[in-house]
């Protein structure tokens, strides 16, 4: 019999319980534990009271050690749930009724136990079954505020498709795509192939080959030519059946965090990706592993880091987002902006570009995790 976990039934009039929730079943679920490692690292615990709750490669949410230390990148390699999960096996299981905060602790042939109320949910999953609408969507339902967009931006937020389709509606610039549903491959892949190279006929190459709805590079190929182009349709469809083409862009990467206050939404100072030499584009080694290098603020004039400022806020209307996201662009030779992506939950890693922007626009990493707190304990969930 494993022991009782710690974490009990707040007092009336106690500090509010932050439940940090992480991992997930996606391919980014390493990236998810390192940042949550580093949330649990910043948190007020003057102020909040914190239950981590992990969520296993297979789907298991376990109760999990308060140890951001075990939850970094160590000798290049990714951490994950079942590292710093509690013995036991034990399941969490968060409340189903808008009526009631309380989440249970339940084991095989013991009584549950109640770990208390959660008063917002802190979800820091990347990827699919977490950042795409599908955990906001038990959250709404549950009745639970939580950081971050909601179920429709952060769908939204996850297609690359239809992000795009939003933003061209509400006239953003998109660079050039073209769209491989699961249903024409499998019908025929040899006119999704003839596709493709009609469109790179009119583009040109290099081609970027993406899974539609994933995260953190993973699963994306920088095609320089036919040859290349099988091996990059598999590993997009080994993350996702549905797979997005998208033409290079020639130009500098631009990145600009926008984050709400009790006032409304702002944008940080952008900043600049720079790759390196050893690698071809911004992938997920480069993201992850070797910490490639980001200029903030980015070296614009007044005039270009007002634009992407008000581009950046423009594509979080546009996508209905709530608490934060991060707008990547392209600042092409002819000095006009192209947005590539929104992100609405970027990742907050020690070395990730959204908290470094925010840092330089003078807000620090504990302040930046108040005021998304802060927020979702504001809104109420429902529609919005």
């Given at each position: 019999?494993?022991?009782?976990?710690?974490?009990?039934?707040?007092?009336?009039?106690?500090?509010?319980?932050?439940?940090?929730?992480?991992?997930?079943?996606?391919?980014?679920?390493?990236?998810?534990?390192v940042?949550?490692?580093?949330?649990l690292?910043?948190?007020?615990?003057?102020?909040?009271?914190?239950?981590p709750?992990?969520?296993?490669?297979d789907?298991?949410?376990?109760?999990t050690?308060?140890d951001?230390?075990r939850?970094?990148?160590?000798?290049?390699?990714?951490?994950?749930v079942?590292?710093?999960?509690?013995?036991?096996g034990?399941?969490v299981?968060?409340?189903?009724?808008?009526?009631?905060?309380?989440?249970?602790?339940?084991?095989?042939?013991?009584?549950?136990?109640?770990?208390?109320?959660?008063?917002?949910?802190?979800?820091?999953?990347?990827?699919?079954?977490?950042?795409?609408?599908?955990?906001?969507?038990?959250?709404?339902?549950s009745?639970?505020?939580?950081?971050?967009a909601?179920?429709?931006?952060?769908?939204?937020?996850?297609?690359?498709?239809y992000?795009?389709r939003?933003?061209?509606?509400?006239?953003?610039?998109?660079?050039?795509y073209?769209?491989?549903?699961p249903?024409?491959?499998e019908?025929?892949?040899?006119?999704v192939?003839?596709?493709?190279?009609?469109?790179?006929?009119?583009?040109?190459?290099?081609?970027?080959?993406k899974?539609?709805?994933?995260?953190?590079?993973?699963?994306i190929?920088?095609?320089?030519?036919?040859?290349?182009?099988?091996?990059a349709?598999a590993?997009?469809?080994?993350?996702?059946?549905?797979?997005?083409?998208?033409?290079?862009v020639?130009?500098?990467?631009?990145?600009?965090?926008?984050?709400?206050?009790?006032?409304?939404?702002?944008?940080?100072?952008?900043?600049?990706?720079?790759p390196?030499?050893?690698?071809?584009?911004?992938?997920?080694?480069?993201?992850?592993?070797?910490?490639?290098?980001?200029?903030?603020?980015?070296?614009?004039?007044?005039?270009?880091?007002?634009?992407?400022?008000?581009?950046?806020l423009?594509?979080?209307?546009?996508?209905?987002?709530?608490?934060?996201?991060?707008?990547d662009?392209?600042l092409?030779?002819?000095?006009?902006?192209?947005i590539?992506?929104?992100?609405?939950?970027?990742?907050?890693?020690?070395?990730?570009?959204?908290?470094?922007?925010?840092?330089?626009?003078?807000?620090?990493?504990?302040?930046?995790?108040?005021?998304?707190?802060?927020?979702?304990?504001?809104?109420?969930?429902?529609?919005?």
């Amino acid at each position: 019999m494993s022991s009782e976990p710690t974490p009990q039934r707040p007092r009336r009039g106690a500090k509010p319980r932050v439940a940090v929730v992480f991992g997930g079943r996606s391919s980014e679920h390493g990236v998810s534990v390192v940042t949550a490692g580093a949330v649990l690292r910043a948190i007020d615990r003057t102020r909040y009271d914190v239950l981590p709750i992990g969520i296993t490669a297979d789907g298991h949410w376990a109760l999990t050690a308060d140890d951001p230390d075990r939850m970094a990148i160590a000798e290049r390699s990714l951490p994950s749930v079942e590292q710093v999960a509690e013995p036991g096996g034990g399941g969490v299981l968060l409340p189903v009724e808008p009526a009631r905060r309380e989440v249970v602790y339940a084991e095989a042939g013991e009584v549950p136990k109640e770990l208390g109320d959660v008063d917002v949910v802190f979800p820091l999953l990347h990827g699919p079954y977490g950042e795409d609408g599908t955990l906001q969507g038990l959250l709404e339902l549950s009745g639970v505020p939580y950081v971050g967009a909601g179920v429709l931006a952060s769908a939204i937020g996850m297609d690359k498709e239809y992000m795009k389709r939003v933003f061209a509606s509400f006239g953003l610039p998109v660079g050039p795509y073209t769209v491989i549903r699961p249903r024409a491959w499998e019908r025929d892949p040899d006119a999704v192939r003839k596709t493709i190279a009609e469109f790179a006929g009119d583009h040109g190459w290099p081609l970027f080959v993406k899974p539609a709805r994933a995260g953190s590079s993973i699963g994306i190929s920088r095609v320089t030519g036919p040859s290349g182009l099988e091996e990059a349709l598999a590993q997009a469809r080994h993350h996702d059946p549905k797979i997005i083409v998208e033409a290079a862009v020639a130009g500098r990467e631009i990145e600009c965090g926008v984050l709400e206050f009790p006032g409304g939404p702002r944008a940080s100072v952008p900043a600049e990706i720079l790759p390196g030499s050893a690698h071809d584009f911004y992938d997920f080694e480069a993201k992850y592993i070797d910490s490639a290098e980001g200029v903030v603020p980015a070296p614009l004039s007044e005039e270009q880091t007002a634009r992407v400022r008000e581009l950046a806020l423009a594509a979080f209307e546009a996508a209905s987002c709530e608490g934060l996201a991060r707008a990547d662009f392209f600042l092409r030779e002819d000095g006009e902006f192209v947005i590539n992506e929104i992100n609405t939950m970027p990742g907050f890693t020690p070395i990730s570009m959204f908290p470094r922007m925010w840092q330089a626009s003078g807000v620090s990493y504990p302040e930046l995790v108040d005021l998304l707190i802060q927020a979702a304990l504001r809104r109420s969930t429902g529609l919005r």
